[in-house]
């Protein structure tokens, strides 16, 4: 069976220019997995390749400028959803650049399972780095703040300080990788590259990140990657961490949201679309009715559906200001991006795998 990618950096506020640099992000993804794929890498393998090239960039909010808590810390979040291997999630992990590493080294040893031992699907906190990383010495914990993240953090500190809408209690000291008054201007220059992309796109916050693979063997995997919401609370974890919510995949479809982690859990999202999406309902209307009359919603999501063995459907529906999309099959010489907008807000188009 042929093959087919879909990719989002996460919906969010974002100005014309930083869409024009998530537009070749989504590209460049694509580029890279579809590739993969036609070379007969499976789909878990195509779709971490393709995670590990957002969490690499500045402009999203997974891996490197993920968002700062409230005690000061970045703490991100990774899952893999798969026919093969299941559902596999960690989350609340300090300063890891590449969490989608830590959920693929789980995914491996459940692959690989023949003692009486279960390997675990959810790992939190700091015991998942130190187990995880004997196993991937490349799973490392380091500075993965920049200028962005840090303007955000300041940004929601003073708001919620001036609103008095919330009490957050005083942190004790903090380690020097974590105290944003420590850092030193060297310090967030991770790379020159780096440095420039962040100051590029200074303009809203995205949400999770997420790929949708589809290989030849004719297997879905799901990845998505976070760094939570700006000043949410140490410990919390969004909807990479819920089987159904961030994620999910069936025999037909794979789906990955992005949004508001606490509306999209209440709703178990993924699993809600996908089984809309099976009653071949209105697809234009099928966010909305995930949701009640009036209901707050702050959310999107991403799917690809097959229709029959040469063809498959990329479903893409947000409710926020604009959402940045892209994906490729094995007949397209290269990938479609488009900027999904408020104005706009469903995209559905067929193509040819």
């Known amino acids: 069976?042929?093959?087919?990618?879909?990719?989002?950096t996460g919906a969010g506020n974002?100005?014309?220019?930083?869409?024009?640099?998530?537009?070749?992000?989504?590209?460049?993804?694509?580029?890279?997995?579809?590739?993969?794929l036609a070379d007969g890498q499976s789909a878990t393998d195509a779709a971490v390749a393709g995670t590990l090239i957002l969490e690499d960039s500045p402009l999203t909010n997974a891996g490197l400028g993920s968002s700062i808590t409230d005690d000061k810390k970045t703490?991100?979040?990774?899952?893999?959803?798969?026919?093969?291997?299941?559902f596999h999630c960690a989350g609340d992990l300090e300063n890891v650049k590449h969490p989608i590493k830590v959920v693929k080294v789980m995914v491996d040893a459940t692959l690989k399972n023949s003692s009486r031992y279960i390997p675990p699907r959810i790992m939190v906190g700091q015991s998942a780095v130190d187990r995880y990383s004997m196993l991937d010495p490349t799973i490392c914990q380091t500075n993965i703040c920049t200028r962005k993240s840090i303007k955000a953090f300041h940004k929601a500190e003073k708001y919620f300080s001036e609103q008095q809408s919330v009490k957050r209690r005083k942190t004790g000291p903090i380690e020097v990788i974590n105290n944003l008054e420590n850092i030193k201007q060297e310090e967030l220059d991770v790379k020159k590259e780096n440095k420039e992309n962040s100051t590029e796109a200074p303009d809203?916050?995205?949400?999770t990140v997420g790929v949708v693979c589809l290989d030849r063997d004719g297997n879905f995997t799901c990845t998505t990657s976070s760094g939570?919401?700006?000043?949410?609370?140490?410990?919390?974890?969004?909807?990479?961490c819920t089987h159904g919510a961030g994620s999910y995949s069936t025999p037909t479809c794979g789906i990955v949201t992005t949004g508001n982690g606490e509306q999209i859990i209440n709703k178990l999202l993924a699993i809600t679309v996908a089984n809309k999406l099976s009653q071949c309902g209105d697809p234009c209307g099928i966010l909305d009715d995930c949701f009640v009359e009036g209901e707050q919603r702050m959310c999107g999501f991403l799917a690809v559906q097959l229709e029959g063995q040469d063809r498959a459907t990329v479903h893409a529906h947000h409710t926020l200001t604009n959402m940045v999309v892209g994906f490729q099959s094995g007949t397209m010489e290269k990938p479609v991006v488009r900027v999904v907008t408020s104005h706009a807000p469903v995209f559905i188009q067929t193509v040819k795998l």
Request: aromatic residues 4%.
């Open 228 to 240: 939570g919401s700006v000043f949410k609370y140490s410990g919390r974890l969004g909807q990479c």
């Open 75 to 86: 703490r991100t979040e990774a899952s893999i959803c798969s026919r093969l291997s299941g």
């Open 14 to 36: 974002c100005s014309h220019e930083t869409n024009k640099l998530l537009k070749t992000l989504c590209k460049q993804v694509c580029d890279v997995v579809s590739k993969l």
């Open 204 to 207: 809203g916050v995205q949400d």
């Open 1 to 8: 069976m042929p093959h087919i990618v879909a990719v989002h």
